[in-house]
């Protein structure tokens, strides 16, 4: 039984991780053909599952209602014919805590508390304070990798969370400390987002009403 995702579902379920991106940056989500994708993607939007806006220099398609329905729809169906249901639950019961262990290393990596300011931006001036969240992402990278690899045994379209993670956690380990938190690259938090929203959109869960 093949574990590799069609095309369709692909580009459709990278527009949901990516939540607003452009037909290359989405056809590189899961390594797709850039023609096949626009295609696809233009599919999408006549069968109102996506739409293409532009604005403020920067242009993108993003989700209706009706495909994130739709791509549930397809995930759920996907991990029904391989049979992967439990083993993703469980990957995600595993999960939480890690989740709020990375939420918590995010906060300390924007943050450092005074006397005076309990919200005080972290100005990256106390060695010991940036060593300690990096220390503590370290951790989760370890932890991360076999439930990557648990997930990846279920469906390919898992892979590569783990070594994305790893690389983003190198970059700032070696000085570019932005690869902890910043929204446009594959920062550790950019990562763990998607890999969040993957296991929501993918049980069908509602991220408001779980954690």
Same mark, same amino acid.
């Not at 295609?39 to 806006?53: K, P, T």
């Given at each position: 039984?093949?574990?590799?995702?069609?095309?369709?579902?692909?580009?459709?379920?990278?527009?949901?991780?990516?939540?607003?991106?452009?037909?290359?940056?989405?056809?590189?989500?899961?390594?797709?053909?850039?023609?096949?994708?626009?295609?696809?993607?233009?599919?999408?939007?006549?069968?109102?599952?996506?739409?293409?806006?532009?604005?403020?220099?920067?242009?993108?398609?993003?989700?209706?209602?009706?495909?994130?329905?739709?791509?549930?729809?397809?995930?759920?169906?996907?991990?029904?014919?391989?049979?992967?249901?439990?083993?993703?639950?469980?990957?995600?019961?595993?999960?939480?805590?890690?989740?709020?262990?990375?939420?918590?290393?995010?906060?300390?990596?924007?943050?450092?508390?005074?006397?005076? +300011? =309990? $919200?005080?931006?972290?100005?990256? /001036?106390?060695?010991?304070? *940036?060593? &300690?969240?990096?220390?503590? %992402? #370290?951790?989760?990278?370890?932890?991360?990798?076999?439930?990557? +690899? =648990? $997930?990846?045994?279920?469906?390919? /379209?898992?892979?590569?969370? *783990?070594? &994305?993670?790893?690389?983003? %956690? #190198?970059?700032?380990?070696?000085?570019?400390?932005?690869?902890? +938190? =910043?929204?446009?690259?594959?920062?550790?938090?950019?990562?763990?987002?998607?890999?969040?929203?993957?296991?929501?959109?993918?049980?069908?869960?509602?991220?408001?009403?779980?954690?």
């Amino acid at each position: 039984m093949t574990r590799d995702s069609p095309p369709g579902l692909l580009s459709l379920h990278a527009v949901r991780m990516l939540g607003f991106a452009d037909t290359p940056v989405i056809a590189r989500r899961f390594g797709l053909d850039a023609a096949q994708t626009e295609e696809l993607l233009l599919d999408a939007e006549a069968r109102g599952w996506a739409g293409y806006a532009a604005f403020a220099g920067t242009a993108g398609w993003s989700l209706t209602e009706t495909g994130r329905a739709e791509n549930e729809r397809q995930l759920a169906a996907e991990l029904a014919r391989v049979g992967g249901a439990d083993e993703v639950r469980d990957v995600y019961r595993e999960f939480l805590p890690l989740n709020a262990l990375l939420l918590r290393a995010c906060t300390d990596w924007q943050l450092r508390p005074t006397a005076g +300011d =309990r $919200l005080a931006a972290n100005d990256h /001036r106390d060695p010991a304070w *940036d060593a &300690r969240v990096l220390d503590e %992402l #370290a951790g989760i990278s370890r932890a991360l990798t076999p439930l990557a +690899d =648990r $997930l990846g045994g279920v469906l390919t /379209r898992f892979r590569g969370y *783990d070594t &994305r993670f790893t690389a983003a %956690l #190198a970059r700032a380990q070696a000085g570019e400390g932005a690869w902890v +938190d =910043r929204t446009d690259a594959d920062s550790c938090h950019s990562v763990w987002f998607q890999l969040h929203e993957d296991l929501i959109a993918t049980l069908g869960l509602d991220r408001h009403t779980h954690p």
